[in-house]
């Protein structure tokens, strides 16, 4: 993981905004980069200002937007039998792609935009989604509202406490969960506030 980090930040310190894309946009597409120490140390370089914080949230939200898509064409198209065969290729998961295939079986489209903050289960949903068919539209809208939130606070953690990235990257794996905790509950009371309304 210290390796991964340290790959990481080097090519985004070399690379800036495209690095960060394609982090994310691997990411995204079932290749398990730490979203936490990408986004984070994004912020970071856009404090030192290496690189522009809005630029970087942008490539961020495209990155991940596009691997998305990616692996949810090649669930829709290659399904479960092209991973299974491929998948020790990119590091591919079947304990964590099984989790989010009983995630999106039990909860179906709503599981994309929670799990967008749900460690190691965001980097596998997209799959299963593909697999099952979801209307593309409403895949692309569930997986863009979650990415937004994810990619920006990240980001702006970085930022803010640029000084101390050290600790950042010391407590990245703590922070993730402590992010996916509150996103999950600002989730849940909007979807209550939903169903109350549309009860009345």
């Keep these: 993981m210290h390796n991964m980090s340290v790959f990481l ?5 070399q690379y800036g905004v495209f690095a960060v894309f394609l982090a994310m946009l691997l990411e995204s ?23 522009s914080f809005v630029e970087a949230v942008i490539a961020g939200i495209l990155g991940n937007l596009v691997g998305s898509l990616i692996a949810y064409a090649i669930g829709k198209w290659g399904g479960r039998p092209l991973l ?11 304990r964590h792609f099984a989790s989010a295939e009983r995630w999106f079986s039990r909860y ?12 190691a289960i965001r980097t596998f949903i997209s799959l299963p989604a593909g697999i099952a068919k979801m209307n593309l539209g409403k895949f692309t ?9 994810w990619v920006y606070i990240l980001s702006e953690v970085g ?3 640029g000084k101390n ?3 950042i990257e010391s407590h990245s794996h703590a922070l993730t969960y402590l992010f996916a ?7 849940v009371l909007f979807w209550m506030r939903n169903r109350q309304m549309q009860s009345k």
């Design 108 to 119: 179906g489209g709503i599981t994309v935009l929670i799990a967008r903050i749900l460690p």
């Design 84 to 94: 299974a065969r491929y998948g020790r290729y990119v590091l591919f998961s079947e």
């Design 159 to 161: 930022y803010q406490l």
């Design 9 to 13: 930040e080097h090519a985004i310190t």
């Design 141 to 149: 809208i569930f997986t863009t509202i979650g990415i937004i939130p």
């Design 29 to 51: 597409a079932c290749i398990p980069l730490p979203s936490e120490v990408v986004m984070p140390f994004a912020g970071f370089e856009a404090w030192l200002g290496h690189i």
């Design 181 to 187: 905790v509150v996103l999950i509950v600002a989730v």
């Design 165 to 167: 990235w050290s600790v």
